[in-house]
């Protein structure tokens, strides 16, 4: 069936109406499953730490869907430095958090349905309210996720997507 017509939802697996609107990566792009026997290699749904000096958040890249008023999202990972994830860490289940400034970091996934690596493009994470992911927004360049970003894109390139990505 054309993945246009319907999908099942990740989240809580009922049956969705057009092509999935997010997609995500479980964890970072250097991430392997032997890691997660050391002492100082963690992986959760939300923060990653790898051999105690690789350090990662979970967010959403958010790009308008311009002539449906839906949002598209990419689920990514994105490398900080020590201070700003032990701040992040810190203030995980604090309120005040929404009120950090944007931590600088580097893109840690590699998504598939562009041309060119979004491996280690330029990014700013914005904190949001306890419970949302982190807001993951790249810096203007012109690779095509950050353009789509700025620019929104149509309900015919979230097809575009979904038939990549779901039908290999």
């Known amino acids: 069936m054309p ?12 049956h969705q109406d057009g092509p999935p609107l997010s997609y995500g990566a479980p964890a970072p792009v250097v991430w392997k ?21 690789h350090f990662f958040v979970h967010g959403l890249i958010e790009i308008p869907v311009r002539d449906s008023g839906d949002t598209f999202s990419w689920g990514v990972w994105v490398s900080l430095s020590e201070e700003n994830f032990a701040r992040t860490h810190d203030l995980w289940d604090d309120p005040a ?9 580097w ?12 491996l280690q493009l330029k990014t700013h994470v914005h904190t949001r309210a306890v419970g949302q992911r982190p807001l993951i927004e790249l810096e203007p360049t012109d690779h095509p996720l950050a353009i789509e970003q700025r620019e929104g894109i149509t309900t015919g ?5 979904a038939n990549l990505l779901l039908r290999g």
Do not use: N, W
Request: glycine fraction near 4%; aromatic fraction near 6%.
């Open 97 to 105: 958090r929404e009120q950090e400034p944007p931590y600088f970091g």
């Open 107 to 118: 893109l840690s996934t590699e998504l598939p349905v562009y041309q060119h690596s979004t």
């Open 33 to 53: 499953p032997r890691y997660s026997r050391r002492r100082d290699s963690e992986l959760t749904a939300d923060q990653c730490m790898i051999k105690g000096r």
């Open 3 to 14: 993945a246009d017509h319907h999908h099942r939802c990740a989240c809580c697996t009922e």
């Open 157 to 161: 390139r979230v097809r575009e997507v």
